[in-house]
């Protein structure tokens, strides 16, 4: 059987059949098909954010389904906005691929950065198809702040409370199995293929008053370094009562590996990051970690030891 | 001399040194530096596109320099904004290269998207910085209506007069210059490295009527085609009394080529194609090249020839 090719369909062909299946939500004004999308803001501003995915970067084609991919590449943008404070609206996706890649693969993609987008109520307003030797997905999130102030990284004070809703280390641990040829645990490999990013929860702690947040897409060590250096502060870490998953476990005994390193520094969870004021009430994603403490050196302490070097996610390595 | 790589400074110090010296404009609320930018929205809207440019595809770096693909990647997205009739306010860019690209290539190819959106007073305000095989530009621009509406594709009437703004066929005559091994004329090479979109002229044409309008970057006859099927209408195209532009009659005669081929099937310049009502003053950058007629076949016609196929300008041809 031979596959139909996105160069046999031509790139407006192959968009007409993206765009004819995508669905529209009430923000968008004006969808597909004209020069640029127009999307309704409630907030007088945008929040605006790109990601760029690469195959053998980010993904693997033999690892990842399309429709993976195509989560995955949504959900790194969509977290963006979620840690903000932000619900995303709209995402423009920027679709770059050898011209004999099958358009099922195609369309699989774009199904699957639709099913991601429609998790938060958004929708994929507007893109771009090119001829390239490497798939490249590069996606533009939109969102609205609905009024909400917008949490920065900057915000947090001595004092605060660290808190972090979502998974840590899953994507890493999941990641570290499939690089040891293993298909188990596959709860950990599917949190690699397509990560879960706590949405709701960037705006609930918008609302709960948080004085910082983050998404935490290189690593939480990495991530809280940003944090910690934004607000000009010491992020502090206590990992000693963390309840390791039990999958995590199971994985890191199989390889060798330690689960805590997975979950302070591996990153592609999009778990968020926040700090709020210790009086504060915090949504229910959220769970304690840590504390801000004062510094005249910003940085990140885990577990009493101030931590140096990027100490965060490190992609696919490249051959180049 | 060894040249500093991007792989040598890494992703978060290629970032700061980018961001350092990034310009900021009244719009942005929240630039570089967070999980996403921040950019007013004074129409209550938002217009939104995004482009890629892919090296080998769209430009080689023997042939442009950093600025100039820069400097091309943001007109693409900067002409659709104005081809809806708005002003771009913000960029995003996707940058995904080979980690043992110099530094300087990527800084110089950030001061070329600054400048151009510079040109019309928006600013990059958010991007991502990637590995990959090969590189590739995203740029996401956002814009605003000013309050005027959306000038469609879809807007075109039988009796409106069809106008152009803005170059035809000049990048294409480059190209074939360049692809003739050539350095002259000067002018034209130039044009296919750094288009001059007319900016201006979209807001000008939605205020003085225009009932349709799309940005030509496939080549005229392309885009005229797809104005004529979004407006249900036939495109009529006259070229007989153009001017042609004395750099491409001399091009065209060296090589051996119709200067009438680039203007009506070269992309790429980003002219901006409108139609108007047949009363209306047109702003002073379009000029007339033919009419809209009713049509149950909606299409292009040529000089009284009905064209069929794309007739829209093919990239260089990728080895893949």
Known sequence: ?????????GEFDLIARITEVLPRTAQVVIGPGDDTALVATQSGSVLAT???????????????S????????AAASLADIAAMGGVATALLVGFAAPWDLPVEW??????GLTAEATKVGACIVGGDVVASSVITVSV??????QGRSPVLRS?????DVLAVAGRLGWSAAGLAVLAGGSCSPAELIDAHR??????AAGPMAADAGAT???????????????????SGVDVVIDSADWIIPESMSTAASDIGADPRDWMLTGGEDHALLATFPADAVLPAEFRIIGSVMASDEPGVIVDGVRRYGPGGHVHFTLEL
């Open 1 to 9: 059987m031979s596959e139909t090719t996105i160069g046999d369909t």
């Open 50 to 64: 790109i990601d760029v995915l690469v195959e053998g970067v980010h993904f693997r084609r033999d690892w990842s």
């Open 66 to 73: 399309a429709t993976d991919v195509g989560r995955k590449a």
């Open 106 to 111: 195609a369309l699989e993609c774009t199904a």
């Open 140 to 145: 533009t999130a939109l969102g609205d702040l």
């Open 155 to 159: 915000g947090a004070h001595a004092g």
């Open 194 to 199: 397509v990560p879960d990013p706590p949405y």
């Open 212 to 230: 910082a947040m983050i998404d935490v897409s290189d690593g939480l060590i990495a991530d809280a370094r940003h944090l910690a250096e934004a």
